[in-house]
């Protein structure tokens, strides 16, 4: 990406589920190599706003845009191929798979990745040659994240901040120009989320640009370069972490007044 290239342009995104308005008509952009937060309380909307950007759910109405392309209507799997990488809320590995397995089977996934998905029929198609390149790919992925040492550990024994560390490697392999992070951080104890914002600064200083939604507001605040805020699917508030800080609407919701 060049430097100030719009990556991401959310246009008045949309998502009714029945009579609840999810995201309401929700506009915001995410530039080349900037982390931007997506924060609000639980329901805002925030989650299926990655639904929405990664085509896990189809717009009601409004328009997303990658990279100056319309892609509201593309297929996850097309999505994930453009360069869009993911992660889930919750930890979505085979504990009993080595850390290597778990990312080499989300690289070939891709975006049809979920957690009732087909995985082993899915594993069942490679032949030697793509198995070796997936491995390949995915230990490359692991050495950047600095998970190299743990590649034939069982993923389930690793620490929830090196299993979350792991998840931002799977998202890797697909080679995304943007990642959206769905609360990376929860859970985690302090040094483990110190760890994990040294690592997407370090994506960050690489060109990656990075959409994160999470809660610990010390770690948001000095992590990002602009926040989004939502409440009850609607945009509430967007700014500089230090204007948001002192925003009356964000202060109202996350305070109650
Ligand atoms: P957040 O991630 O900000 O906590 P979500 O995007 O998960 O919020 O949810 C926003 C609202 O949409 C909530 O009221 C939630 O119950 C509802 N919701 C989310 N996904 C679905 C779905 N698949 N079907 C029906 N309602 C949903
Ligand atoms: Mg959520």
């Not at 992590?223 to 204007?243: N, R």
């Amino acid at each position: 990406p060049r430097a100030g290239e719009r990556i991401l342009d959310v246009q008045r995104a949309r998502k009714q589920f029945g009579g609840l308005v999810a995201v309401n008509d929700v506009s915001f952009g995410v530039d080349a190599g900037e982390i931007v937060g997506l924060i609000g309380p639980n329901g805002a909307g925030k989650s299926t706003t990655f639904n929405l950007v990664t085509g896990l759910l189809p717009l009601t109405s409004g328009s997303i845009a990658y990279r100056g392309q319309d892609i509201s209507r593309f297929a996850s799997r097309d999505i994930v191929r453009l360069g869009i990488g993911r992660t889930f809320q919750h930890v979505q590995l085979l504990p009993g798979m080595s850390v290597l397995e778990n990312v080499a089977l989300g690289a070939h996934l891709r975006g049809d990745y979920r957690p009732q998905g087909g995985v082993l029929a899915s594993v069942l198609r490679l032949n030697r040659r793509e198995e070796a390149k997936l491995l390949h790919e995915a230990a490359c992925q692991l050495e950047r994240v600095g998970l190299k040492e743990w590649m034939f550990a069982e993923a389930g024994s690793l620490a929830l901040g090196q299993q979350r560390i792991l998840e931002i490697a799977r998202a890797l392999c697909s080679d995304p120009a943007l990642l959206l992070l769905d609360e990376p951080a929860a859970g985690l104890r302090y040094q483990e989320k110190q760890a994990l914002a040294t690592l997407l600064r370090q994506l960050r200083d690489d060109g990656m640009s990075i959409l994160i939604v999470e809660h610990d507001m010390d770690f948001v605040m000095n992590l990002t370069d602009k926040l989004v805020v939502m409440e009850f699917g609607t945009k509430i508030a967007e700014g500089t972490p230090e204007t948001i800080q002192q925003h009356p609407a964000v202060l109202e919701a996350y305070l109650g007044g």
